[in-house]
T-cell receptor, first 112, second 114 residues
Framework: DADVTQTPRNRITKTGKRIMLECSQT?????MYWYRQDPGLGLQLIYY???????NKGEISDGYSVSRQAQAKFSLSLESAIPNQTALYFC???????????FGEGSRLTVL | RKEVEQDPGPFNVPEGATVAFNCTYS??????FFWYRQDCRKEPKLLMS???SGNEDGRFTAQLNRASQYISLLIRDSKLSDSATYLCVVNLGRGDTGRRALTFGSGTRLQVQP
């Protein structure tokens, strides 16, 4: 079983709809992240959380919100999806000591 | 100028070749450096950390040049299975909120050909 699990893996939705992407982890890490990846642009940080009570905006947080429901769970919401939010979304956790990131398998979102 | 910059490639090399990638970063105070590998449509995975003195892991060698603000990855004796995108990752270390997490380059694509 994957240590970092994202659901759904694929989603097609329409403009204006509310979407939630969920992430859960069994690695016991405090630090969790949401990234999006667009072709040719690498990964861009949306939000990150260093513990349950700590939420921080990343480079591209506009149009997104997050919730850290527990140490193991970090969800990303798009309140009103728009087509330029079509992308591959990755959740990740990191080891506090080494800084290594562990990624989920990604959630591919298409907004029509 | 991007904060972490890589040549996008693609680098097309024959099996057995040696290939090197560079990555430049903008902040001289950057604290930690990594190379990640990403296969097509898959999640990135850590290839190796980059230490100040340089480090080697089998066919892979990573180096850091703080004076010129770049890191490099050298792959010797390329294998078909090395074909992937290689992501340079830097902790820019500014300390202000929103910048404490790692910053990714856009990746360099490597295609090793038989």
């Amino acid at each position: 079983d994957a240590d970092v699990t994202q659901t759904p893996r694929n989603r097609i939705t329409k403009t204006g709809k509310r979407i939630m992407l969920e992430c859960s982890q069994t690695k016991g890490h405090d630090r969790m992240y949401w990234y999006r990846q667009d072709p040719g642009l690498g990964l861009q940080l949306i939000y990150y959380s260093f513990d349950v009570k700590d939420i921080n905006k990343g480079e591209i947080s506009d149009g997104y919100s997050v919730s850290r429901q527990a140490q193991a769970k970090f969800s990303l919401s798009l309140e009103s999806a728009i087509p330029n939010q079509t992308a591959l979304y990755f959740c990740a956790t990191s080891d506090r000591n080494t800084g290594e990131l562990f990624f989920g398998e990604g959630s591919r979102l298409t907004v029509l | 100028r991007k904060e972490v910059e890589q040549d996008p490639g693609p680098f097309n090399v024959p099996e057995g070749a040696t290939v090197a990638f560079n990555c430049t970063y903008s902040n001289s105070a950057s604290q930690s450096f990594f190379w990640y590998r990403q296969d097509c449509r898959k999640e990135p995975k850590l290839l190796m950390s980059v230490y100040s003195s340089g480090n080697e892991d089998g066919r892979f060698t990573a180096q850091l040049n703080r004076a010129s603000q770049y890191i490099s990855l050298l792959i010797r004796d390329s294998k078909l299975s090395d074909s992937a995108t290689y992501l340079c990752v830097v902790n820019l270390g500014r300390g202000d909120t929103g910048r404490r997490a790692l910053t990714f380059g856009s990746g360099t694509r490597l295609q090793v050909q038989p």
